[in-house]
């Protein structure tokens, strides 16, 4: 989690150290560094979530009242599953945490 520069790739990286600044409080209070990547991860599936939610296409089926629901899932590098954040957007509940 450095703030040096890399080149074209900033412009990638750039939602996640969006995310740092934003969560920095609470990513800085986790002492293993191991454990404050894998929140940084969370917190940018949960973003994503958000993001994908106000989109146009997502917007407009919302609109057309189908019934879609954007989910929030991260892959575990550590243990090769997949699992749900329990972060979730819908049209008639923008986010939410179950």
Avoid at 18 to 26: F, L, M, P, S, V
Avoid at 34 to 42: F, H, Y
């Amino acid at each position: 989690m450095e703030t040096r520069s890399h080149g074209l790739v900033d412009n990638w990286l750039r939602h996640i150290r969006d995310i740092r600044t934003r969560y920095g409080a609470e990513l800085e209070a986790i002492p293993d560094k191991s454990e404050k990547i894998n929140r940084l991860c969370e917190l940018k599936v949960r973003e994503q979530v958000l993001n994908v939610g106000g989109t146009t296409i997502i917007q407009d089926a919302w609109s057309r009242e189908q019934k879609l629901t954007v989910h929030g899932w991260i892959y575990d590098l550590g243990d090769g599953l997949l699992g749900g954040l329990g972060v979730s957007s819908r049209q008639d509940l923008p986010i939410r945490q179950e």
